[in-house]
Nanobody
Framework: QVQLVESGGGLVQAGGSLRLSCATS????????MGWFRQVPGKEREFVAAIGWNGSTYYVDSMKGRFTISRDNAKNTVYLQMNSLKPEDTAVYYCNAGSGPSSYYYQASEYWGQGTQVTVSS
């Protein structure tokens, strides 16, 4: 069974940084894309970024230049480095184990982490 465990959320002031981690188990990590999503109460979960099996990345336009997704295949872990955070980045962030290899044509699977809260104060 695929399991994902996120960590690294917290409270930060606007302009600050956080790094989220998502450790995975239960499948061949290096063969699949991984993605980050976020959700605020009352809204649908939205895509943030993805990284392909080969390290290629894809971001929502509003995150480009501020967020960086990366992966460490030796540790079966994907990261989301978030810089220049804004209050509107406040959300629960989820990682997802992609069902395919591509970041650009990211296909979310049924496997999600438990979510980690990110709160950005103004």
């Amino acid at each position: 069974q695929v399991q994902l465990v996120e960590s690294g959320g917290g409270l930060v002031q606007a302009g600050g940084s956080l790094r989220l981690s998502c450790a995975t188990s239960g499948r061949t990590f290096s063969s699949y894309a991984m993605g980050w999503f976020r959700q605020v109460p009352g809204k649908e979960r939205e895509f943030v970024a993805a990284i392909g099996w080969n390290g290629s990345t894809y971001y929502v336009d509003s995150m480009k230049g501020r967020f960086t997704i990366s992966r460490d295949n030796a540790k079966n872990t994907v990261y989301l480095q978030m810089n220049s955070l804004k209050p509107e980045d406040t959300a629960v962030y989820y990682c997802n184990a992609g069902s395919g290899p591509s970041s650009y044509y990211y296909q979310a699977s049924e496997y999600w982490g438990q979510g980690t809260q990110v709160t950005v104060s103004s």
